[in-house]
């Protein structure tokens, strides 16, 4: 299962979760999280062991599930914006809010700085690879960036033949790093920058995008609210989802690959207004019951895709999706 | 203006108030003069490609259609290089909201490819474009490639977007996203009041590769 997408700043509105049988689709609260603070984005990582977000207040909080109670990093550096990722070996890289460009990767164990990595330009997206051993990093300047998390060098940028990219995802076995770049098209590299096929993502941008865990496929979605899946080995469109009617900035696929969850933004406002989710094998498309405005991440919790909502009364909820 | 700074150089050859090194003449000596003292431009300044960039947009210069609600815009320029050579044929892509601050994502209004002609000049008919409620400012995007040349990704902002309360060397830091002052560009009113178009120039300067 992955995950990703172009950060969107969430209207901050608290909303109550509506965990229901809703179309033939149910959302069940698996957890419930202590947040000191208003957590403004978060992952799961781990298979959903570990849940990392980033405060409103600068700080990174991590859950380790089913522990309520996270535990509280602050990053010497400079506060947190609201990018982050995690990988394999309890790595997770963190962008900075002030930073332009400057993130930091730390061990989720202790909280230690690992890296520091100046991208030189703001970070939109980050992804860590599965085997803790790279960081691709999407910026509103520069192509896809590619940093050795070993040696905290950088190893390649890729390319792009107008403007920069807007996110990034790593395949599960570490091996495929995909761009989806501000020129529309999606280029597919290996995780030595090698250049393996360049695809289009239609005629609009492309916002986000996420590998299926066997890596057969990925789903990309954006400006015109269609989602496509695409077969990783040739880059060509296995499948389209109608159009959500705005566009889409986060994409996430379950672990089985067959389902794909949207959060479908406003296109005037910017404002997420709808949580979706599409069966690749039936073609349905479906708007979750929840309120997309407290959609604060999404991720797995063991087998089933995981919505992250920001309750009132500063608390968390991992509800899957089955 | 040029061609009298040439021959003002043959005259000072000729009077020897000017002495040329045994492997220059006359004439590669004023053409050299005249090539440095000819206007280097600085690049224009880059900014965010913006969400909304659509592929294939249309060849056509006219973006506002008869009815269109909306002030009147006309927008031209020229498009150089940073030594001052002008670049026909440079492809400048255009897109901009309408004037009340949509993008149009199903189709192609208000978006436009243009090409440079033979004196590097483009320009488009448009509306004043909206607010958009997730940027401060009205802006236009600009994408322009050149082969040879680094793709120049920017926008265009205007003078009198109330933003700037009148004074945009103060306050055109009010929206993060303007790189520069350079890209607020003066809007000057022309026509008659029953018809009016507000006008405004735009240079465009590519850095070769």
């Not at chain 1, 395949?171 to 995909?178: H, T, Y």
């Not at chain 1, 999606?186 to 360049?198: C, F, I, P, T, V």
């Not at chain 1, 690749?280 to 063991?302: F, M, Y």
């Not at chain 2, 440095?36 to 490609?49: D, N, S, Y």
Request: charged content about 20%; proline content about 5%.
């Amino acid at each position: 299962m992955s995950c990703g997408g172009r950060e969107v700043l969430l209207a901050g509105a608290v909303a109550c979760l509506c965990a229901s049988a809703a179309r033939g689709q149910t959302l069940k609260k698996e957890l419930e999280l202590s947040a000191p603070v208003r957590i403004v984005s978060a992952v799961t990582c781990d298979g959903g062991s570990e849940i990392v977000g980033s405060g409103a207040d600068g700080a990174v909080y991590v859950w380790k599930t089913p522990s309520p109670e996270p535990r509280r990093i602050e990053i010497a550096e400079g506060n947190a914006s609201g990018v982050l990722a995690c990988g394999g070996g309890k790595t997770l890289a963190v962008a900075l809010k002030k930073g332009n460009g400057k993130a930091v990767v730390l061990d989720t164990e202790s909280g230690a700085v690992r890296q520091r990595i100046d991208a030189q330009s703001g970070v939109s997206a980050l992804a860590v690879s599965p085997d803790g051993g790279f960081l691709a990093i999407a910026t509103s300047i520069y192509p896809t960036q590619v940093w050795d998390l070993k040696t905290g060098q950088k190893r390649w940028t890729g390319v792009t033949n107008l403007g920069a990219t807007w996110t990034t995802s790593i395949s599960a076995n570490s091996q495929m790093v995909l761009s989806a770049d501000e020129d529309t098209n999606l280029r597919m590299y290996d995780s030595m920058g090698k250049q393996l096929y360049a695809t289009e993502a239609g005629l609009l941008e492309p916002f986000a995008s996420a590998f299926s865990d066997d890596g057969k496929t990925f789903a990309v979605a954006g400006a015109d609210g269609a989602i496509r899946l695409f077969d990783t080995s040739t880059g060509k469109i296995v499948k389209t989802s109608s159009k959500a009617g705005s566009p889409i900035f986060g994409v996430c696929v379950s672990p089985d690959g067959k389902k794909v969850a949207a959060l479908v933004v406003d296109d005037f406002k910017l404002e997420p207004v709808a949580q979706t989710l599409w069966d690749t094998q039936s073609g349905e498309t479906k708007k979750l019951e929840v309120d997309p405005k407290s959609v604060v991440g999404a991720g797995t919790n063991r087998s089933h895709l995981a919505l992250i909502l920001q309750e009132s009364g500063n608390k968390l909820s991992v509800v899957s999706v089955e | 203006m040029e061609l009298r700074r040439r021959e003002l150089l043959a005259k000072a050859v000729a009077l020897g108030v000017v002495k040329l090194a045994g492997n220059l003449n006359p004439t590669a000596a004023a053409e050299a003069w005249f090539q440095a003292g000819k206007g280097t431009r600085a690049a224009t300044p880059q900014a965010e490609l913006g969400p909304f960039y659509k592929r294939n947009a249309p060849s056509t210069a006219a973006l506002r259609g008869a009815s269109d609600p909306g002030m009147p815009l006309a927008v031209g320029g020229t498009v150089y290089n940073t030594r001052g050579d002008i670049l026909s044929g440079a492809k400048i892509e255009v897109w901009q909201t309408d004037h009340l601050g949509h993008y149009d994502l199903e189709g192609y209004r208000y978006r436009a490819a243009l090409l440079a002609d033979a004196q590097g000049n483009y320009g488009f008919s448009s509306v004043m474009p909206g607010h958009y409620p997730a940027r401060v400012c009205q802006h236009i995007h600009f994408a322009v490639t050149a082969p040879g040349y680094k793709p120049l990704v920017t926008q265009m902002y205007f003078a009198t977007d109330p933003v700037f309360a009148g004074d945009p060397d103060k306050n055109y830091t009010k929206d993060p996203l303007i790189t520069s002052r350079e890209l607020v560009r003066p809007v000057m009113l022309k026509g008659d009041p029953q018809v009016m178009v507000a006008s405004t120039d735009f240079e465009l300067v590519l850095e070769t590769l």
